[in-house]
């Protein structure tokens, strides 16, 4: 199946310069042998992709293609710390925050874009834990974010 990069490669996707933090945090940190990734929204070239709550101004498709653009932020962030994606053994978990109208209740849905990039990427390493929640608001007004760990080796 390759290596995750020879993947990405396959999909017609680069990673992205790693997001520069919005606040006092960094993107990844690693402690023994995980990486947790900071908490990653769909920035292209410095700006959101997209803005609004699903359900309201967002469509659930739209906020499913923003959650891909969020784990491909993380995928960045995460190689940015460890190299080699190869080194990789797992995801472990992957949680999604979407700002969406009050009577939405689509979230898994919208995770799922973050989640199949995921698998696409790592393959069996890829299956993870996973929530996804509903939330009032996120930064810059976008309506997804996506944060991650990984195991590595």
Known sequence: MGSPEERLEELGL??????APLASYVPAVRSGGHVYISGQVPMVDGAPAGTGKVGAEVTLERAAELARICALNAIAALKSE???????????K??????SDPSFTGHPKVVNGASDLIGEVFGEAGVHARSAVGVAALPLDVPVEVEMIAEVG
Not at 82 to 92: A, N, T
């Open 94 to 99: 992957i949680t999604g925050f979407v700002a």
């Open 14 to 19: 680069a990673l992205p310069e790693v997001v």
């Open 82 to 92: 460890v190299g080699e994606l190869s080194s990789v053994r797992r995801i472990v």
